[in-house]
């Protein structure tokens, strides 16, 4: 790759069910909610990725793990594989959900 070139990843992007989310080797992550597009928080008493809202997310991680011994991301995942790579994550697009 040259140093312009971009890198498209279409992916489901999971929102930790808690406040605090801990990623690979860094312990001290926390969500950051304006990439997300979304409140810092949900209201009491949803937890911080709504719950069953965001049931699709979770049953689509669960299928990834089950069938494929794989796993979805959260953000800060992400953000640390894409350094890990020499990547920078430039822009996230929310999109519509199923």
Not at 64 to 78: A, K, P, V
Request: glycine share 4%; with cysteine; net charge positive.
């Amino acid at each position: 790759m040259s140093p312009t070139s971009r890198l498209l990843v279409i992916e489901v992007v999971l929102r930790p069910s808690t406040s605090q989310c801990h990623v690979m080797e860094r312990k001290d992550t926390i969500v950051d909610p304006k990439l997300l597009g979304q409140k810092e928080q949900a209201p009491w008493p949803l937890l911080t990725d709504y719950g069953f809202a965001n049931r699709y997310a979770h049953h689509q991680s669960l299928e990834l793990i089950t069938l494929f011994n794989g796993l979805d991301r959260t953000l800060n995942e992400y953000e640390r594989l894409f350094e890990l790579a020499g990547l920078k994550l430039l822009k996230l697009h929310k999109i519509r959900k199923l």
